[in-house]
Structures are given as C-alpha cells and as structure tokens.
T-cell receptor, first 114, second 115 residues
C-alpha cells in the first residue's frame, strides 16, 4: 500500500520554463512534507519542506504548495536549469505520536533541456 | 567533509554470503536511519537506531537482517545469507535529535549486488 505517490515517473521541460512535480498522499497522520533531489550514485539531498500548518513555502527558485483537503503537494521550479536534472522524491512523515520516519514516493525523473 | 559516510560504496556478494554495510553519521549526530531502495522504487525505511539502542525496526525484514549502532564506531547493517532480491542501494541517514527524521542527512549509499 503506497502512502506517498508520485504518478509521473518522468518529466521533461525546456530550460527557463517552469517544472511542476506532483505528489499525493493517503495517510491523514502525515503533517510534514519534504522534497529531496537525487543524482545518480549519490544520496538524496534535502531541497525544501512544508509543515501542514502552511500551504506554501518558497526558497529561491523552489516553491512547494500543499493542499491538505486534496492530500496533494507540488514542487515548482522556476526557472528550470539543466543542473536541476535529477530524480525528485517526495517524502512525508507524521510529527506527532512517536517515532518519525520518512515515507517516500517512487520519484520523478526531471530532465531540463538546454 | 563532515557528512554522512558509508562504506563500501559498492559491494558484490554471492548468494549465501554475508554483507556488512557501514555508516558513520555526521559529527555530533547520534541517530541513524537505514533505508533500502530497490530498482525503480523509492527509499523504504528499514530501521532507526540511537547509540546502543534500536528505536524502531518496523521496516526490517524479520529474517537475515540486523542492525546495530555501538557506543563507539559506525552503525552496521548486516545481511546474512544474501539472496538476489537483496540487490539494492542501501542508504543511511543521520540526525542530531531523537525523532527528527525531517532533519536527517543522507549518505551516498552502498550498492549491493548479489550474484
């Protein structure tokens, strides 16, 4: 049973345009969400996060939007750059009630074409 | 570089052998998480340890897998009698505080290949 779903395995965009990566979750206990970026043969690196008390968090070119009623979040990258080409993982965790552990989606491979 | 270190980066084992994966957390971190990533999958939580304690092992397979994080030295993920299905990338992550998975930092991973 997949609690965090990234339904698009891949996405291709032109340099300078917007990249939108989507993520859906099913567990109502999740109240903290993170996006990680991963290059081949490396570990995931943290990109941006959002708490369920917010609906938007912005950091430079990266913005994460959270729609709690739809159990949906998205990552916007504007403008996209070739160096953004990587696999992006959405992750979620409950922060109440004990042991936090991240639940990851399967990832979306983003390719930014020059 | 004081990041999370994992070794070996690549490990090849024959079926039935043992695999030992090591993880040295970031300086000052006393909490370690282990994850497994199967091909075309996301990372899946395996176990969460504090020094000398297993906090949560709900993601660990019941047989052949064990983990420890001794008072001194790295955390070890041990897989006995490996099978082909164990071939995966194994990542560890460390954090400074208990139950702060949201603040964990990942190592580069160990890629285990079982032949």
């Amino acid at each position: 049973d997949q609690q965090v779903k990234q339904n698009s395995p891949s996405l291709s965009v032109q340099e300078g345009r917007i990249s939108i990566l989507n993520c859906d979750y099913t567990n109502s206990m999740f109240d903290y969400f993170l996006w990680y970026k991963k290059y081949p043969a490396e570990g995931p690196t943290f990109l941006i996060s959002i708490s369920s008390i917010k609906d938007k968090n912005e950091d430079g070119r990266f913005t994460v939007f959270l729609n709690k009623s739809a159990k949906h979040l998205s990552l916007h990258i504007v403008p996209s750059q070739p160096g953004d080409s990587a696999v992006y993982f959405c992750a979620a965790t409950p922060t109440q009630g004990g042991s936090e552990k991240l639940v990851f989606g399967k990832g979306t491979k983003l390719t930014v074409n020059p | 570089n004081a990041g999370v270190m994992q070794n070996p980066r690549h490990l090849v084992r024959r079926r039935g052998q043992e695999a030992r994966l090591r993880c040295s957390p970031m300086k000052g971190h006393s909490h370690v998480y282990w994850y497994r990533q199967l091909p075309e999958e996301g990372l899946k939580f395996m176990v969460y340890l504090q020094k000398e304690n297993i906090i949560d092992e709900s993601g660990m397979p019941k047989e052949r897998f064990s983990a420890e994080f001794p008072k001194e030295g790295p955390s070890i993920l041990r897989i006995q009698q490996v099978v082909r299905g164990d071939s995966a990338a194994y990542f560890c992550a460390s954090s400074q505080y208990r139950d702060r998975a949201r603040e964990q930092y990942f190592g580069p991973g160990t890629r285990l290949t079982v032949t």
